[in-house]
């Protein structure tokens, strides 16, 4: 199964092979002190640009 990105330099949408996909977090202080967490998946296209999708929790899991 393919996961669909959006290539900037092309201006169009990509699919991407789940084996080339990364599974990354990341962690922000907000300004009541709490820790907000956001997931995402990363990949490199054909041509070397850097995709990013955020996704939800349960779909982070699923991969």
Request: glycine letters at 4%; hydrophobic letters at 30%.
């Amino acid at each position: 199964m393919a996961i669909e990105f959006y290539n900037v330099k092309k201006r169009k949408k990509v699919q991407i092979d789940e084996s080339s996909i990364e599974k990354v977090t990341y962690d922000r202080q907000l300004k009541d002190g709490s820790t907000q967490t956001r997931y995402a998946f990363k990949a490199v296209d054909d041509d070397g640009t850097n995709l990013t999708k955020f996704c939800s929790k349960s779909d982070f899991d699923q991969l």
